[in-house]
């Protein structure tokens, strides 16, 4: 995938240790991320979603749904670009001093173009797509009833179609000298 001019500034990680190059490392990362998160705008206005998501890698896109109506339908309406990001967090990384604290991270940040499928067989075929991913031990027509048209008629199907992606990550040696993750309290108190 070769950005424009535009879109690589877009995409340009500041930190460029921390920047991962390798698109496999940036696909497979969408396909395993449980959520993500898409930001839209209404005028001067951005707006951040959660979503459940699928990374279709065939067609580089993304596809979410929401409600039939309401704040992101109407956004996308209004302005196709959008925002959309992915991210997980590893240890936190102690320090002797307050600024030297850190986290290890892995992240990927897709720039794009937001649409809503008005194509039902598209529609229907991407809602599959998310239901394969979080439910893949289940098959539709067997363990439930495949998406019909009244409940296409609940919902907005988007496609996000990928224009430049960043990935972005900081690992510390296994080792690092009192490393835990958040929420561990026992290995939270570290030692000098």
Known sequence: M?????QQELHRIRRRDRAV???????????RAPV???ATIEGEQPFLNSNLFVYDEAAHAIYIHTAASGRTRRNIEGSERVCFTV????????????????????SVVVFGQGAIIQDRERARAALHLLLKKYAPHLEPGRDYRAVNDEEL???????IRITAWSGKKKEAASDFAGAYYYGDEQQARWQS
Request: proline fraction near 7%.
């Open 36 to 38: 993500g998160v898409l």
């Open 153 to 159: 008629q609940h919902t907005s199907v988007y496609e």
């Open 2 to 6: 070769m950005p424009s001019p535009e």
């Open 87 to 106: 991210y997980e967090m590893g240890r936190l990384l102690p320090a002797k001093t307050a600024l030297g604290f850190s986290v290890e991270y892995a």
């Open 21 to 31: 190059t390798d698109e496999s490392w940036i696909r497979n990362f969408l396909q």
